[in-house]
């Protein structure tokens, strides 16, 4: 297997974040990821959503 590919690390995340990931892929993530890139990418994934749900709640609200 080779190193995971942003989209690869972006996939990964938002699969984690919505509880589906695959167990092949979370085995790929564990063995060849960088755990700094999941780290940015999570932060990344968790101020988006935010931003995202105080948005949709501005817009109903």
Do not use: C
């Not at 700094?36 to 101020?47: A, D, M, N, R």
């Not at 988006?48 to 817009?59: D, H, T, W, Y």
Request: glycine share 6%; hydrophobic share 55%; no cysteine.
């Amino acid at each position: 297997m080779s190193k995971p590919t942003v989209i690869d690390v972006a996939k990964s995340i938002f699969a984690a974040a919505i509880g589906v990931q695959s167990n092949k892929n979370r085995e790929r993530d564990f063995q060849h990821g960088s755990f700094s890139s999941y780290v940015i990418g999570g932060v990344i994934f968790t101020i988006a959503f935010i931003f995202v749900i105080v948005l949709i709640v501005s817009l109903v609200l």
